[in-house]
């Protein structure tokens, strides 16, 4: 199933809808996000179809909000592309570079990315982004896929003069709302298994600066969520990026920052875009980031 959380014309709280051919049909009415069908999941039970009577709107008239609202953890991967570790300047890693974003980091597919005031190095990363269903510690590498909830798109968006300003990656990961996510969660059922051989691309004003496939990660999916548990309970509704391929921006000549007016889409094949304006940090004038 193809699930979409949004708010519907009419309405003030975001419902989670049921997505075929461009339309959106209700599966949870003023659910909030993803997370008590999560839930329900993850305890065994069956995901929720859409009622015989259940009201549908063209998916277009769905203001998307976040899939997970407050997930526990958010856990990024790095360098998970080999190319994109080389052209960064890294050695292609043999355990995953991991980092953590903060939720006020994230926001919806649609919403505006800020472009923040202290920097105007404001790159885009293409991700897998993986949602937890069941929960676990030391999940073997084999019935790993059995804990996926789904999967969705995200834009890691990145400040890189702060993300290299020491060899922990957290500033410039957590910026107020530079990680985009979403709006469609596929549910495994409709992928291959690991969402792998997919192409995953970005585009920056309708410029392709980004096209690789997910067949060519170095951890997948499985590997990820075993080395993980290995490490941390995961827990429904925790999220998981997968890392981006080569063509950022910072590794351009030359260099290639988003800046206000941009419209940045990072997409994958069989999951959805993942559609965001750039807009300046209020207080600041376009053009004019320090």
Same mark, same amino acid.
């Given at each position: 199933?193809?699930?979409?959380?949004?708010?519907?014309?009419?309405?003030?709280?975001?419902?989670?809808?049921?997505?075929?051919?461009?339309?959106?049909?209700?599966?949870?009415?003023?659910?909030?996000?993803?997370?008590?069908?999560?839930?329900?999941?993850?305890?065994?039970?069956?995901?929720?179809?859409?009622?015989?009577?259940?009201?549908?709107?063209?998916?277009?008239?769905?203001?998307?909000?976040?899939?997970?609202?407050?997930?526990?953890?958010?856990?990024?991967?790095?360098?998970?592309?080999?190319?994109?570790?080389?052209?960064?300047?890294?050695?292609?890693?043999?355990?995953?570079?991991?980092?953590?974003?903060?939720?006020?980091?994230?926001?919806?597919?649609?919403?505006?990315?800020?472009?923040?005031?202290?920097?105007?190095?404001?790159?885009?990363?293409?991700?897998?982004?993986?949602?937890?269903?069941?929960?676990?510690?030391?999940?073997?590498?084999?019935?790993?896929?059995?804990?996926?909830?789904?999967?969705?798109?995200?834009? /890691?968006?990145?400040?890189?003069?702060? @993300?290299?300003?020491? @060899?922990?990656?957290?500033?410039?990961?957590?910026? /107020?709302?530079?990680?985009?996510?979403?709006?469609?969660?596929?549910?495994?059922?409709?992928?291959?298994?690991?969402?792998?051989?997919?192409?995953?691309?970005?585009?920056?004003?309708? @410029?392709?600066?980004?096209?690789?496939?997910?067949?060519?990660?170095?951890?997948?999916?499985?590997?990820?969520?075993?080395?993980?548990?290995?490490?941390?309970?995961?827990?429904?509704?925790?999220?998981?990026?997968?890392?981006?391929?080569?063509?950022?921006?910072?590794?351009?000549?030359?260099?290639?920052?988003?800046?206000?007016? /941009?419209?940045?889409?990072?997409?994958?094949?069989?999951?959805?875009?993942?559609?965001?304006?750039?807009?300046?940090?209020?207080? @600041?004038?376009?053009?004019?980031?320090?």
């Amino acid at each position: 199933m193809k699930l979409l959380t949004g708010i519907a014309p009419g309405q003030t709280l975001p419902s989670v809808f049921a997505v075929s051919e461009g339309r959106a049909t209700l599966v949870a009415n003023a659910a909030g996000d993803l997370s008590s069908i999560i839930a329900q999941v993850a305890r065994g039970g069956a995901l929720p179809q859409p009622a015989a009577d259940a009201p549908v709107h063209d998916v277009a008239d769905i203001t998307p909000s976040l899939p997970v609202a407050r997930p526990g953890k958010i856990v990024c991967l790095g360098l998970n592309f080999a190319e994109h570790a080389r052209e960064g300047g890294y050695e292609v890693p043999e355990y995953p570079a991991m980092f953590l974003r903060a939720c006020t980091s994230m926001i919806a597919a649609g919403a505006p990315m800020i472009l923040p005031k202290a920097s105007h190095q404001f790159d885009y990363e293409t991700e897998l982004m993986v949602i937890i269903g069941k929960g676990g510690r030391h999940i073997p590498e084999s019935s790993a896929l059995g804990h996926v909830f789904g999967y969705t798109t995200f834009n /890691d968006g990145s400040v890189r003069d702060y @993300q290299r300003k020491t @060899q922990q990656w957290t500033a410039g990961k957590n910026f /107020d709302g530079t990680g985009a996510v979403g709006p469609i969660v596929v549910t495994p059922d409709e992928l291959p298994a690991g969402a792998d051989g997919l192409r995953i691309c970005t585009r920056l004003n309708g @410029q392709v600066l980004q096209d690789s496939n997910t067949s060519d990660m170095i951890f997948t999916v499985a590997r990820t969520i075993a080395i993980l548990s290995e490490i941390m309970t995961l827990e429904p509704g925790d999220m998981i990026a997968f890392g981006t391929p080569p063509g950022v921006g910072h590794a351009r000549k030359p260099q290639v920052w988003m800046k206000a007016g /941009d419209m940045v889409e990072v997409e994958i094949e069989g999951i959805g875009t993942c559609r965001n304006p750039i807009v300046a940090e209020a207080g @600041q004038v376009a053009g004019q980031a320090d």
